[in-house]
């Protein structure tokens, strides 16, 4: 077990805990933080799995609770979804000493925080990812949102829990896809500042895209440190925060296009591809070798993720630069996009010519 600090000067210090076995021990370690009692918000097939051991846990500690459900999928991150919830929270009776925990994936973290940050103007809440991809990313570093059809994470507020309960073990009941869509962003962390994790990755840490505890309990920790370190410093993406977004102006354009359909693309595979993307456009700027481009690219492939546009169905050129211009990052017509120098080495560049974009997305296969 590891556990992992995250804060900075703008926000109150939290722990991000990995490790084996913690859901049996969630009571202990959210019972300092409840002062009343706890909802746990969760989608039905994950409250169908981990709810009843969640809610066990919270009862040994004397914790009352109760469950709300919301329908599993992307689908949930809505402005209906969140009013539906926002209702039958108010039903509870909830007040500011009590406690939201949202058990699940990136969906339900999202929406759970969001609804905890609008909740009487902001109330704790306590994140307990249950896949690989929310315990390396969306449950560390309080961002909280809903898509619109215009876009993904278009509406939200930064909210930081009070604790992050990451239990390796329950990523055991994973899809084999959705074990892959989170090493996605594993592999993003590596890209982005750590190329010894990455080569990890590459090499023997390459066992954790198959399910190995071990492996994956490594690189949770790893990730987990890499954006801590990053929120630490830039807790409302200020500055270097934007890092975190390698692959996902790319990736969140695809999923627009897609209607963020998961049967289409998991948002992991829209980011593995993403990231490929922004490491061929910058070879092709001239900033990075195109051997580091190629190499990310055989890594990608090798966790059976996705690399080419082709590879998610056919796209418009013209429709996707639109999605990127509408991207949350965008600034005064310039298209914001995290390019690389290396593997291990990747800069913020604020004004990219949409010129150059969209000649790059018709090169990729899009027309």
Excluded at 46 to 57: F, K, N, T
Excluded at 92 to 119: F, S
Excluded at 199 to 205: H, I, S, T
């Amino acid at each position: 077990m590891k556990t992992v600090k995250v804060g900075g000067g703008s926000f109150r210090n939290y722990e991000v805990v990995v490790g084996r076995g913690l859901i049996a021990q969630a009571g202990d370690r959210i019972a300092p933080f409840v002062r009343g009692r706890t909802v746990i918000v969760s989608d039905e097939t994950v409250a169908a799995l981990h709810g009843p051991a969640l809610a066990e846990a919270l009862a040994r500690a004397g914790i009352r609770s109760e469950t709300v459900t919301v329908p599993p999928g992307e689908a949930s991150k809505s402005f209906g979804e969140l009013e539906r919830l926002m209702d039958r929270l108010l039903a509870t009776g909830l007040d500011r000493k009590d406690v939201i925990v949202a058990l699940g994936g990136g969906v339900v973290g999202d929406l759970a925080g969001l609804a905890a940050a609008l909740y009487m103007r902001g109330i704790d809440f306590v994140q307990v990812p249950t896949t690989l991809l929310a315990q390396v990313d969306s449950s560390v570093g309080g961002k909280t949102a809903i898509d619109t059809p215009r876009g993904k994470n278009l509406v939200g507020a930064f909210h930081q829990p009070r604790l992050v309960i990451a239990d390796i073990d329950v990523l055991a009941t994973l899809p084999e896809r959705q074990l892959r869509s989170g090493w996605a962003e594993v592999l993003k962390h590596g890209l982005i500042c750590d190329p010894a994790f990455f080569n990890w990755l590459a090499g023997p840490g390459a066992t954790g895209v198959g399910g190995d505890a071990a492996a994956l309990e490594h690189a949770v920790v790893r990730s987990v440190e890499i954006k801590a370190a990053i929120v630490g410093e830039d807790e409302k993406e200020a500055g270097r925060r934007a890092l975190l977004n390698l692959g996902h102006t790319f990736g969140h354009a695809i999923e627009a296009e897609l209607g963020f359909e998961e049967a289409a693309l998991a948002h992991g595979e829209a980011v593995a591809l993403g990231c490929c993307m922004a490491f061929r456009y910058s070879a092709q700027q001239g900033v990075c070798d195109a051997a580091d481009a190629d190499r990310v690219e055989a890594v990608v492939a090798a966790s059976s993720l996705p690399t080419r546009l082709s590879q998610a169905g056919g796209f418009s050129a013209d429709a996707l630069l639109a999605r990127m211009a509408g991207d949350k990052k965008a600034e005064a017509g310039g298209l914001t996009l995290i390019l690389a120098n290396g593997i291990g080495s990747t800069f913020v560049s604020r004004a990219e010519d949409p010129a150059k974009v969209l000649a790059f997305l018709r090169e990729e296969g899009a027309v």
